[in-house]
Structure formats: C-alpha cells, structure tokens
C-alpha cells in the first residue's frame, strides 16, 4: 500500500496496416501510460506526414460542431454507459451526419427566433398604445398634419413642469392626457418649423415618443385588439416551433451522444497515434505498464494481430530515480480522499513511498486534536455521510471528500470526549483526559509531543526512501538521514534537561551526540560525494564550502526548532475551540438571561458558525502541519502521475 505498482517499459513494433486496431486495443485496456516518440519518424509510409495531427484537428473541429447542435437543442452530454464500446468514425460520415442534422435545426430554430422577435415587437406596440387607449381619434389623422407638430408619448410626472419650464418661450401646448403612477401620457403641439427644438427638449426631458409603423390605422383601441390578435398568432407559431425543437430534441438525442462520444473517441485515437514513432511502414509505440497487466497486454494483443512485436523491460527500483517512470497509486477507495491531498501536493515518485496511508492517520489525528467537541464532531460526521452517499445531486462529485469529512469528524468526538465537550457545553460529560481550557499547559505539551512523534515518523519515511533510491548519502548524512535524527533527538535531550528536573541525562553523551550528528549535517555534501566517488570534493574551494556547510548546519536547527513548535498550534486551536464556544454561551446569555428561544438560537447560530468558520479555519492549518512541517522531511513529490491511454473519458451529465 506504500508503494506505487511496479511498472515495466514497454515498446511495440506494429505494422503500419494494425496500427488502429492496436492502438484501439491498448485503449481498452487502460492500462498503456503512452511515451510521446514522435521524435521517431521517417518519410516513408502510407500515411503522409502530419497525417494524424490534420485528423486529430480535424475530428476537434467537428465535435465543436456536434456540441454547437447540441446547444442549440438542449441536449446534454450525458453519461457514457460503462459498458458501451465506443468505436473511431470516419470524418466523412460525420460531416454528411452533421450537414442534415444542422439543416433542420438551423431552419426550424431560425423560424422560432424570428416568430419570438416578432411577438415581442407586436407587444411592444401594444405596451406604447395602452396609454392612449382612450384617444378617440384615428391615429393616421395625427400623422397627416403637416403645419402642426405633434408628438405622442410617455414621460416621468415628474419631468413634465420641467419641460412645461423649458418651452416658455417657444409657441407650443404641453397636454397630459393621462397620469400613472410611474408614467404619464403627453401631447406636445407646436409649429413644424420649431420641430427640432421641440424634440430636442422632449428628449431632455426623457419623452418617449410613441412610434408606429404606418401600417397600423385606426383608434388606439381598435390598434391595440389588433395587435393583441397578432401576437396570439405569433405566439401560436412560436410554440409550433417550439414543439418541432422538441421533436427534434427527443428525435436525435441517442444520435448526438453517440457521434459525440465517436468523434472524441476518433480525436484521441489520431492524437495518440500522432506520438508514435514511425519507421518506413511499421509504428514503434512506447509506453509504461504495470508490471502484473504484462502477461495481459500479450494476450489481447496477440487476439489482434500476431505481426506486432513486443519487447518489455522490467525497471528495478533500485537507483531508478527517473521523473519519466509514472506512479500509478493504488490506494482502497476509502482513502481516495487523503489520495487527492497528496496528489495535490504533488505526485509520489516511482521511487518513494505513497504517503496517503501515513496520512489518512495524521490528518484526522491532528485535526480531531484542534477540534475536539463530540456535538461539532457528530455534525461533521453526517455532513461527511451525506456526501458520501451522494444524495445531493450538486455534490456527487465530492464523494471521496465525504469519507475524509466524515473520518475527521469521528476523531473530533473520539477528542470531544477526551476534552468532556458536546456543543461547547463542558458539563454534560466528564472529560476522560481534561479539558484545554482548565490545563493549557498540558494540551500544548501533549501537542508538542504529537508534533515529536510525527517528526520522526517522518524521518523515518526519508530513510526508507533513500534505501529506496540507494542513496546512501542522504540516508546516513542527510538533515532527515540518520545523522539530523541524532542531531534533532540531541536537541530535544538539551531542552528537555533543562525544563525537567530531575531527569537523568548524561550532559557529556547529550552534547556528543549533538556534536556527531552536527558534524554529519555539515559534511554531508563532501561525505556523500565520497561516497559516489565523484571529483571535485570541494566546489568553489574549501572557504565557500565551509561557509555554506555552516549555514546550511544553522538552518537545519531552525528547521528544527520551528518545525516541533509548529504543532504547538494543535494545543492552541484546542484552547481557541473552547474558548470560542465559550464566547457563544455567554452572548446567548446576554441576550435571553432566562434561557428562551433567543438563547438557543444564538447558541445554534454559534454552532454553524464554529462548524463552517473554524472548522475550515483548523482542515487549513491541519492541511499546513502536514505538507510543511510533516512531508518536507521526506515527500520530495515532482513525480509523473499514471495515466492509461484510453480513448473516452467518462463524464456525469443529465440525460
């Protein structure tokens, strides 16, 4: 469970007239993390060169077009069932697929936004008429005058002195025909000659003219029907063409999907035979496969042709070190949460161990230290639960987040009764060890000692890596090799005779160990390159290698020091929880003395808030202890992830 699978190299001789079919076949094994050997190229074959790369651009071009059809039906990706195949397609058949598909949808949703547009232009008529719908008077009358100028419209009741104001001087008559609430309804009169300035003052003001196509005749009213029967038709019409999308929608919905899955399909298959080498007319394919598929890969394989030559080069570990070897983890599904902080952090290297186990312990353990409250932690509990169960269709993506969730959050009432706290509330059950807020000294000095013991387990986690790596150096001599843990266990024994009386440690063999293993840290650039047998032993000279090794040695003891002291924060939030529940009860009781309703709707109130605030406040810095101060001393990550060749990749989405 530490360690990544083993993987073997594998390279592949396919001639040129397999090469889709094999390619096909590796793709359904997932398990072929491919090398890009595109390097590898000759000018011979059928295939001209940069043939795949038009094809792979080709097929992206054309799934741009089936998702733009998708679109404009309202049609999903959807989910790809497990069990289907989905097999490469010819672009010609999807462009021809495509053209007919395009064609009724583009006419029929052309024909619906028209109709819309049109509805909303006759409703808007209407909305400008409905004003003057008490206007006796043919509306075609008013645009025949030819002295007169006229102007119909709506403008704020409160713009309309101000307008009244501004024409003084010029010869015309304001009229209000009408007075709404947030509108009224005008006529402005005035001479033909003074119509610029009329318009310009009505336009000041905010008048909105009403305007109509010369078409409509007749009473505002009897407009106004008219109108109202045309946007009945039109909207007939719109949900006509509605009903067709529709059809269209459940007619071509299986078709869609699946040439979208093929599509994608046939762009992956061109894109990784783009990065296969080729040698006159047979295909090299390099790649890594897990050292147990092997025997598996050769069969299937040879089910599909019996021309591909295979050869497979097993990768011993030792001294392996190599970034290209990917790491394929293979962690149990409870622990795909702690799987995806590591991966956040970086990828293991092939040649180190996998810290999610080490760290599906850690991270509730220090989380549960700083959160300790069994009420807090049971509602982290079902929190975590409900994710997990994938019942809220928005989340069902955060499933392994859940387990970890849920995990943390049974360590905080394992905690909580440690500490005797349900919901802040300290006297509903005695504390089984004691509570941070009656004994800080205690809870810090118990974080402190959980902080130690990590440490080393980390140092301890270095030194099987470097055996991993046979690196002997950094084993026997580096910061978190054998000499820094004697140098760091030195340090604790100093500290720790002068803080407790009466303990027994021989000062002498104290200090001779500090000297030891601070002679180690100091030498170890020049002790490590003797022992690789490499020339020159001091770059830069014998000065700037001492003042180097002398500050690398200072900063070594501070990484110490501010390593240990880091986990103090653990005591610390363990204080701050109680403290803050604390400041709960008391506002609660300020505001409802007797202990009504208000008071426990603060107390609820302060309850979320401590869950949701703090307890991603302490997820932060317990995230922080473990990639800092934890991983540094032996997580070095940089490594390269494993990923099998496939040609879909599954994606959730509504059917």
């Not at 595109?38 to 000018?43: D, K, P, Q």
């Not at 049971?378 to 499933?399: D, I, K």
């Not at 309850?607 to 302490?618: K, N, Q, R």
């Amino acid at each position: 469970m530490f360690q990544s699978q083993a993987m073997t190299q594998v390279e592949l001789v396919v001639p040129e007239q397999d090469i889709v079919a094999v390619t096909e076949a590796l793709a359904d094994l997932r398990v072929f993390h491919q090398i890009d050997a595109s390097y590898l190229r000759t000018r011979d074959g059928t295939y001209p060169a940069g043939y795949w790369q038009e094809r792979a651009a080709t097929f992206a071009a054309l799934e741009r077009r089936i998702l733009n059809v998708m679109q404009m039906l309202g049609v999903s990706e959807g989910e790809l069932p497990p069990e289907e195949e989905v097999h490469s397609i010819e672009p010609e058949v999807v462009h021809t697929a495509l053209e007919n598909l395009e064609q009724a949808i583009r006419a029929c949703v052309r024909q619906a936004e028209e109709e819309r547009r049109k509805l909303e232009q006759l409703r808007s008529y209407a909305r400008q008429l409905e004003p003057l719908r008490g206007l006796d008077v043919p509306i075609e009358l008013l645009r025949t005058l030819r002295s007169i100028f006229l102007l119909l419209g709506t403008i704020p009741p409160q713009n309309f002195e101000r307008l009244q104001t501004s024409l003084a001087h010029i010869p015309s008559v304001l009229l209000m025909l009408r007075r709404q609430d947030e509108l009224a309804v005008v006529a402005l009169f005035g001479s033909q000659s003074d119509a610029d300035i009329l318009e310009r003052a009505a336009r000041s003001a905010y008048l909105n003219p009403i305007n109509l196509p010369e078409t409509y005749r007749g009473t505002p009213a009897e407009i106004i029907a008219a109108l109202n029967t045309g946007s009945e038709r039109a909207q007939e019409r719109v949900a006509a063409c509605e009903a067709e999308v529709e059809r269209l929608h459940q007619a071509r919905v299986p078709q869609l999907r699946n040439l979208l899955w093929r599509v994608r399909a046939s762009g992956a298959l061109a894109e990784a035979i783009a990065r296969f080498g080729r040698l006159h007319y047979t295909y090299l394919i390099l790649g890594w496969v897990p050292t147990q598929q092997v025997d598996r890969l050769r069969r299937e394989l040879g089910v599909v042709s019996d021309d591909v030559l295979i050869e497979v080069r097993p990768l011993d570990r030792q001294g392996s070190g190599e970034n290209g070897v990917p790491t394929a983890l293979h962690n149990p599904p409870f622990l795909q949460g702690f799987q995806q902080l590591v991966t956040n952090y970086g990828a293991p290297r092939y040649d180190e161990i996998d810290p999610t186990p080490l760290l599906a312990v850690t991270f509730p353990l220090i989380f549960g230290v700083m959160f300790g409250d069994v009420g807090h932690g049971l509602v982290l509990t079902l929190l975590g639960l409900l994710l997990t169960s994938g019942r809220v269709r928005s989340l069902r993506g955060s499933h392994a987040l859940g387990l970890l969730v849920a995990v943390c959050g049974v360590t905080s009432i394992g905690f909580g009764f440690l500490y005797g706290s349900v919901l802040g509330m300290e006297h509903l059950v005695p504390p089984l060890w004691l509570r941070p807020l009656d004994n800080v000294t205690g809870i810090l000095t118990m974080a402190m000692a959980i902080g130690v013991l990590l440490l080393n387990v980390g140092f301890a986690c270095n030194l099987v890596n470097a055996w991993l790596r046979r690196d002997w150096g950094r084993l026997l001599f580096g910061p978190s090799g054998l000499a820094g843990i004697l140098l760091y266990w030195s340090l604790i024994g100093l500290v720790a005779r002068s803080l407790v009386r009466g303990l027994q440690l021989n000062s002498s063999v104290v200090l001779g160990a500090a000297l030891l293993g601070g002679m180690g840290v100091t030498l170890s650039g020049l002790l490590e390159r003797l022992l690789r047998g490499e020339q020159p032993l001091f770059e830069g000279g014998v000065g700037a290698y001492v003042a180097q090794a002398l500050f690398e040695l200072f900063e070594t003891v501070i990484s110490f020091m501010s390593n240990s002291l880091s986990y103090v924060r653990m005591g610390a939030f363990a204080v701050a929880h109680g403290g803050l529940s604390a400041v709960v009860f008391i506002l609660a009781g300020l505001l409802s003395p007797s202990q009504g309703f208000g008071y426990w709707l603060v107390v609820a109130f302060g309850s979320v808030v401590i869950v949701g605030f703090e307890g991603l406040i302490v997820a932060i810095q317990t995230m922080r202890l473990e990639y800092y101060e934890f991983f540094s001393k032996f997580f070095t990550g940089g490594g390269l992830p494993y990923r099998p060749l496939t040609l879909v990749q599954r994606r959730r989405g509504a059917r």
